[in-house]
């Protein structure tokens, strides 16, 4: 299954969501955000899948946030949308009965990082860079911020938004962003060892569990994101 730069694939009771823009380093458009929430939602209603994993094609980048060049015109009207796109994928990825596993395969920034919080467990090669460099653009990451709390520390996450400056996949693990990194030439077998393990366990206790580990109940997440993303799309527009 395949959408606009996205596409899907099932093996082995293994989802992966890959986001095909190695040339613009896997940055999304308001489309390609809408085709991750599509995409969530297919292989969370899939039988035969029980993991999924989330990566971004190439060696360059996982992703690097929104695209904002000028053909993808994404501040365009921006103050008259009801969603950032981030937050709907925040929003699907909050009510997975599965478990979400980033295979972050390069540089992990803005919007990526965001990408990367709604995962419950992710390995990174260990050459990735993570940052947010909103603020150097006069935005704030408030979204991606709300994704990430409860899961790093509120030092943390401020280093990251009011600095801009990317940090090592080392330093990454530190800060509880990705569980472990490893070299380039092992994170395919070190991500298919992992979903391997996981697509073999009971799928209802997998599925009761899951709920209670995420560190936000629904209705706090849902305030939380639409809080996030008023503020995200008042400053754009001002921005704009």
Do not use: W
């Not at 990566?55 to 008259?80: H, L, P, V, Y």
């Not at 653009?137 to 801009?164: D, I, N, Y």
């Not at 709920?211 to 921005?239: M, V």
């Amino acid at each position: 299954m395949t959408g606009d730069g996205v596409d899907l694939v099932v093996e082995d009771a293994v989802a992966t969501i890959t986001i095909r823009r190695e040339a613009r380093r896997n940055a999304l458009g308001h489309r390609h955000f809408a085709d991750l929430v599509r995409l969530l939602d297919c292989a969370d209603r899939d039988d035969a899948v029980a993991v999924i994993v989330l990566t971004g094609a190439g060696d360059r980048a996982f992703c690097a946030g929104a695209d904002i060049s000028a053909g993808e015109a994404f501040f365009k009207n921006i103050g008259e949308r009801q969603t950032t796109g981030l937050g709907d994928f925040l929003r699907r990825a909050h009510r997975l009965t599965k478990p979400l596993v980033g295979r972050i395969n390069g540089h992990c920034y803005a919007g990526g990082v965001g990408l990367l919080a709604a995962c419950d467990i992710a390995i990174a090669a260990d050459d990735a860079r993570f940052a947010l460099p909103e603020i150097r653009l006069g935005l704030f990451p408030f979204v991606v911020l709300a994704g990430l709390r409860g899961k790093v520390a509120a030092s943390f996450a401020t280093e990251l938004a009011v600095t801009g400056v990317p940090v090592s996949a080392e330093r990454a693990a530190l800060m509880g962003l990705i569980n472990e990194s490893v070299s380039r030439s092992d994170l395919d077998a070190a991500v298919g060892a992992l979903a391997g393990t996981i697509a073999t366990q009971p799928r209802r206790a997998m599925q009761s569990g899951l709920a209670s580990l995420r560190p936000l109940d629904a209705a706090a997440f849902e305030a939380a994101i639409a809080q996030a993303e008023e503020q995200t799309l008042r400053l754009a527009a001002a921005r704009s």
